[in-house]
């Protein structure tokens, strides 16, 4: 078909306090005392009664703490679903995923690969997916990626880190709650917010971009200034502002693509393990010739902030550390073609690339 026929997020509860609302919502989609609900919740919540003591448990239900500290594997993902299978009698009603991109992601994946056979990295690319995933709910506590509303879960495999883009990957309910924002340490709130900011850069400069995708873009990177520029919001009405820009800028890039700087920072993060929000920040920072206005924007946000972003991680790399970068990088053809048109490789060439690695 020559236009994607895009599936959506079927519900979605807004506002603060939303999260109280969990049990009612959760109810009707039991299946059986022995489905249980299995809670994937971010381990920065541990011991936090604010949050934890609202997670309705009954029967077998069960909460798995998971750091953030890495990103998601496909490894990950496999032992999480053998875990779930080894120690329950039935399939689970629902996976429940609490926490930011990488507690949203896990969700999702494991949700399909309950219900899809073998490995997690089979199913890396687009439209592998044969099997509808596990109900799934999406809670975030941390503004920006737009995973909430995205149809693609994002995994480092054994050999690349790609997403699985399936019609089965969106949620099938969000709770968008901007009070869980409220402990984000403000470095953390930056760099996700500014994956916020940089989806908006990169489809509205894309050359894939759409009426459909400009009228999403637009008014996320409307909030992003409001919020990052402007002095005149209150802390509640920034958390409310950046959690609807961050569902708006995922839904830019559902019918457009992003750009440069993600498609070089999945080459940082491939080798170095470099997260995604710090490291899109790493890369749009020297992207001034792609991206001129949206950087200088960005040199201003980052300096009203105070935010010191890491200097020099590429500078002691070997050149074939620097070539895998690279290639995972060019591997991305729809990113360049975006951002740069059908000619991108001329302009996007391994010096080029080394080139812009070797500055940050
Ligand atoms: P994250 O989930 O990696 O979390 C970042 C840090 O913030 C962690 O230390 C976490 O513990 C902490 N944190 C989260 N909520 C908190 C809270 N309320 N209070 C205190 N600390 C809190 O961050 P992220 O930037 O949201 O997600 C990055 C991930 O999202 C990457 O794995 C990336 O690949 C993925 N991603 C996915 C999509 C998609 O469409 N699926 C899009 C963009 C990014
Ligand atoms: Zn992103």
Known sequence: MAYKNYPMVSRVVFGRGSFNELTEILAPKRLSINAPFIFLVDDVFERNAWLTSRIPLAYNDNIIYISADEEPKTSQVDELVEHIILNNKERPSG?????????????????????????????????????????????????????EVSRTTVLTGPEKKLGINSDYTPFDQVILDPELTKKVPKDQWFYTGMDCYIHCIESLNGTYLNAFSQSYGEKALELCKEIFLENSLSTEEKQDKLMMASWHGGMSIAYSQVGVAHAMSYGLSFLLGTKHGIGNCIVFDQLEEFYPEGVKLFKKMKSLHDIQLPQGICANLADDEIDIMIDVSLALKPLWENALGKNWSKIATREKLKSLYLKM
Request: hydrophobic share 40%; net charge neutral.
């Open 95 to 147: 996976i429940i995923g609490i926490g930011g991109g990488t507690l949203l992601d896990l969700a999702k994946a494991v949700s399909i690969m309950l219900t899809n056979d073998g490995e997690t990295k089979n199913y890396q690319g687009w439209d592998l997916v044969k099997n509808k995933a596990v109900y799934h709910v999406g809670i975030p506590t941390i503004s920006g990626t737009g995973a």
